[in-house]
Nanobody, 123 residues
Framework: QVQLVESGGGLVQAGGSLRLSCAASGRTFSRYAMGWFRQAPGNERQFVAAINWSGGNTYYAGSVKGRFTISRGNAKNTVYLQMNSLKPEDTAVYFC????????????????WGQGTQVTVSS
């Protein structure tokens, strides 16, 4: 059974930083793309960042590019999201997601999802 567990969320002031982690289990994730999404109250879930199976390619939403960095651990079953220069509009529940990396697209089509971790940025 595939399981994704996020951690690292919390409350931070604007301009601060947080590092989210996602631990994946249940199968070998070396051929899986991993992504981060977020959902604010009243809004649809939106793509934040993704990393391909090898970790060699990363993708970002325009709103976070230059502030957020996605990476994955050596064992490929852990993915991180380093978030710097946080803004109040980054407040949301952040979700980790995974899919087999075959399509070349990274903002949609994920098969597995975590339960989410709350990030709140105060002004």
């Amino acid at each position: 059974q595939v399981q994704l567990v996020e951690s690292g969320g919390g409350l931070v002031q604007a301009g601060g930083s947080l590092r989210l982690s996602c631990a994946a289990s249940g199968r070998t994730f070396s051929r899986y793309a991993m992504g981060w999404f977020r959902q604010a109250p009243g809004n649809e879930r939106q793509f934040v960042a993704a990393i391909n199976w090898s970790g060699g390619n990363t993708y970002y939403a325009g709103s976070v590019k230059g502030r957020f960095t996605i990476s994955r651990g050596n064992a490929k079953n852990t993915v991180y999201l380093q978030m710097n220069s946080l803004k109040p509009e980054d407040t949301a529940v952040y979700f980790c997601a995974a899919k087999i990396d075959y399509s070349g697209t990274y903002s949609t089509g994920y098969d597995y999802w975590g339960q989410g971790t709350q990030v709140t940025v105060s002004s």
